[in-house]
């Protein structure tokens, strides 16, 4: 079956700029999580949502950074004013059940953004 | 707060060489520990996990056992392939807690 798909996968935004980056989670997940994978680093988690609720967002760097997923599928990381420092992968994943700390969370092949 | 660390790459072995990753990990209690791989082009992979102390994960030859004593969960494979080329991350989850905590990953280059 098909797995986490995320789009677009690369963007180049201006500084300033305004961005979105979807994630579709493998069908039936109960669980999404959004990453923040800077060059040469590890992911750092950002929010988690379970179904359509947001239940963590502590990760999220500044209050430019906001994360929906509002039919408890689809999710949409939106980055306000993009600054130069915002430029990473962003890894979404999904798992099946809620909020399990040994559940796989499968993830997607990620947006690369990056703000010039 | 939780961390891992985790050696520092790139490693370079010829193949059917003989793989350690050091993996050790600050957390409270007993948490959750995972090797996390990724294929050039593709999307992190769950390699293999392993819950409780003293459990071994395993998975395509590649083996990690979880020390709490030594707070510990390193990656070992006996022979490793060209096809192993890839970058491998330790991560942890802590109890009832489903964020992952990664390392900075290791990439292993295998050479024919």
């Known amino acids: 079956g098909a797995g986490v798909s995320q789009s677009p996968r690369y963007k180049v935004a201006k500084r300033g700029q305004d961005v979105a980056l979807r994630c579709d989670p493998i069908?039936?997940?109960?669980?999404l999580f959004w990453y923040q994978q800077a060059l040469g680093q590890g992911p750092e988690f950002l929010t988690y949502f379970q179904n359509e609720a947001q239940l963590d967002k502590s990760g999220l760097p500044s209050d430019r950074f906001f994360a929906e997923r509002p039919e408890g599928s689809v999710s949409t990381l939106k980055i306000q004013r993009t600054q130069q420092e915002d430029s990473a992968v962003y890894l979404c994943?999904?798992?099946?059940?809620?909020?399990?700390?040994?559940?796989?969370?499968?993830f997607g092949p990620g947006t690369r953004l990056t703000v010039t | 707060g939780n961390s891992v660390t985790q050696m520092e790459g790139p490693v370079t072995l010829s193949e059917e060489a003989f793989l350690t990753i050091n993996c050790t990990y600050t957390?409270?209690?007993?948490?959750?520990l995972f090797w996390y791989v990724q294929y050039p082009g593709e999307g992190l992979q769950l390699l293999l996990k392993a819950t409780k102390a003293d459990d071994k994960g395993s998975n395509k030859g590649f083996e990690a056992t979880y020390r709490k004593e030594t707070t510990s969960f390193h990656l070992e494979k006996g022979s490793v392939q060209v096809s192993d080329s890839a970058v491998y991350f330790c991560a942890l989850s802590g109890i009832g807690n489903y964020k992952l905590t990664f390392g900075k990953g290791t990439l292993l280059t295998v050479n024919p």
């Open positions: 994943a999904s798992s099946l059940f809620r909020g399990q700390s040994d559940g796989e969370q499968y």
């Open positions: 957390a409270t209690g007993y948490p959750s």
């Open positions: 069908s039936g997940h109960v669980s």
